[in-house]
């Protein structure tokens, strides 16, 4: 009896638990997950991250997001979202959700193109004036280097390289066979869709001033 009871509360206790609203308004994001809640201001917020990916269970297709190519298979960390504030405290979705809305996009790209609008601008505006922007272990500066790591890219090299995200990881590839290509985890990495626009833009702007 005392077995059966136990075993009915911590089925109950799973239906608690495993019971998640994520709310999103012009201002901010809510998640609740029984009685824990979790919100941040958009501004607030640092970046977003891709979930972490075992490359020894990939399964699923490739898909595009933000023109980086990811799978959207093998996904281990549970997280199909990953918000860090910049105060440090992590806001994650366990879970793909379906809005009441049947016409909105799904929650990830949803709340992407919010990061998108409130995020990026300030550190685009901090590219265009010359100093350092930070993805976690790497960094880019306009008419600078680029920081992958321990490896540092010059200006004028930009254009020999390519960031290819792959597998769970970003590589910095130069292209050149046999040569080993330095790579850094992606969840690791905030905001990897600016990333990849600032390195373009950088690329561009190395071959003009070649």
Known sequence: MAVAIFGALAWLGALVVNRLAVVLDPSGITVRRGFWTRSAQWQD???????????RHLVGAVAAVGGIPTFVGGNISGFTLSLRTRAGRWIRVLKELESNDVSAPPLAEEVRNRVITHVFPPLEEQYDLGLPVSFGKVSIRR????????????FEDLPNYQLIAEKGRLVLSSGKRGRFDASIRWDRIPNLDLLGSLFQRSQDEARTYR
């Open 143 to 154: 008419y600078g280097e680029l920081v992958f790591g321990r490896r540092t890219i010059p």
């Open 45 to 55: 917020i640092e970046g977003m991250y891709l979930p972490r990916v075992d490359r």
